[in-house]
DNA sequence: CTGAAAGCGCTTACAG
DNA sequence: CTGAAAGCGCTTACAG
């Protein structure tokens, strides 16, 4: 059946390998060089005015790309960024990675540059490895950084340009990171000037630098306040299935009058369990979190909370990477701020 | 200060660059061709035992990586796969995204493939033609798919492979998914079977093809089970800021007996207004939903709902599109189960 | 079993 | 202002 002819030019039969249009092909079109071809489109060296605009020109009209791989291969660059993203399926802060991945992407683009992805599990180097060794990036960030960073470790040995989303003591690391201590001592702070004393810590992983950098800012907020700081109202390291639940009484038998959170999923945990036990919030005990993410948009009473915006420090990561990329020395340590949420439950 | 010297060969002061070992100096050292280094690595063609071994050892020793962009050019491949994920921040089914990720993550390094991710909006067809004019992809997973669905339109006008988790009628696509519509039958012959008629179905984006399936199934249950369905039970298209808090009213009023929620967002926020009201779960009115995600696990009650396995969809998501890139002609449609998790909110 | 050479699709000194 | 040629780091017919 011969029919229509209709297909498009890039339309083929099953399994038929396309090829695309190279430069070769347009050269050859115009009767100029290859040499010719790739000034016009990448604007250096020298180049007759006329020349360039019939280049530019049959090349819109043919839609000829050329090859981001072959030209970085040229000039030995990937015009990729490695993105590690951990994979903690407890941690539920992903609303906010994802701002951060999409404020990631939005600088990478402007740049030319695509996001590899990667997901690993803490602890675990592999991933990384496999990134490093193929070749593929021109930098990596690191989305999340731990006390003792395997990671950032790794990446230190290499020369290949990174930058953490998040405090690290690993020599040399470019950082980007929201001002978490700050954060949790004005909240802190907040909270003890409504003359809540008693108020208990509940965090996460103390091998997470955030945990560290906001218990640090707990203290200095009682420091600053002249308020005792009672040791028994620290609940860290409590992601595990059922740690909180046990300790739940134990906070409630020490007197909490608050219990700040450093994550919503941590505090989701906490509603429910206060929910069960018929604990009223904000009236029998005030509840404050992290994150103000979608986990705890909907409850009630509306949650006082820190927020931060994942989208601007993906940017600014990004920035910093690109900046190392292109040779230039970027500043070590950049410091975004946040927002404090005053909300029912700790009214 | 001239010390030390115990700098590993990698390292290298600010500014220089490092040459990577290329397979060049590999053959040199060793005193054989390239060809032959490149045969002893990838296993084709004949090669000398004695010699494959001898290639082997002095890349181990070496840490020689091959550049899998150069392999890439010389084979016209790329060794990446595209995935392009949704950016909606208010249907947080996150975790199902970053499960399904880790799924295609999976089986893409099991090929020596790497991701390429891009966020977009949905209707934004730009980060695909990124994408794609940049060819740095071999194929392209779409994370979710739409009743008119754009970015699957602009692929099938391509000879590149792609396969969508979701459902979607764009011709030749190939396409992995859960049982929408089987699945949400079986949950509403389930409530049905319980006497329970009056079912309000709550749903989000008539737009996206998962709505449209479980809507099917809903009205498929009512069929098997002789129940006359009521249109002024439906809810869709509900994820606006404020639609669905408006007509919750109206579902009250039409008497519904069960709260039925196409995702855990929506559920979440149906949650929030019935507690404003001092409407009781399960006692007044029951409530499942979809997903069994974070969002909700922590609702007392717990949350009667449908489970689907992320990691599942990817991983298969990424062979099938694997099978394509391998030449090999792929199943269609691939129809993956679900998991009916009953709870407190039906009882 | 092994190698020289051409090629993948670009860029970039160098020369004119 | 323009082009021939070498090179980026691999693979793969082809010949021996």
Known sequence: MTCCGQDSPSRHREGSVVKNITISDVAEALGVSKTTVSRAISGKGRIGKETRERVLAYIEENNYKPSVIAKGLAQSKTYNIGVMMPAEYDIVD????????????????????????????????????????????????????????????????????????????????????????????????????????????????????????????????????????QENLIFLDMEGPDVLEQQMEEILVQGAEVILCMDDMLCSRVLKKLRTRKIRVPKDVKVASFYHSTILEQNVPSITSLSFDGKELGQMACRRLMEQIEGENPQQVTVLGYRIIMADSTE
């Open 94 to 229: 992903l609303p906010f990675f994802q701002n951060c991945l999409f404020g990631i992407q939005e600088v990478a683009a402007m740049k030319d540059y695509d996001i590899l992805l990667s997901i690993s599990h803490p602890g675990d180097g592999e991933q990384l490895k496999r990134v490093l060794s193929n070749r593929k990036v021109d930098g990596v960030i690191l989305m999340r950084t731990f006390v003792k960073d395997l990671q950032a470790g790794l990446l230190a040995k290499t020369d290949l340009p990174f930058v953490t989303i998040g405090t690290t003591d690993v020599e040399g690391a470019v950082q980007v990171d929201s001002d978490h201590k700050n954060a949790c001592r004005e909240l802190t702070s907040v909270l003890l000037k409504k003359q809540l004393k008693k108020i208990a810590l509940v965090g996460g992983d103390k091998g997470h630098v955030v945990t560290q950098k906001r218990f640090q800012g707990y203290r200095e907020a009682f420091l600053d306040c002249g308020v005792p700081l």
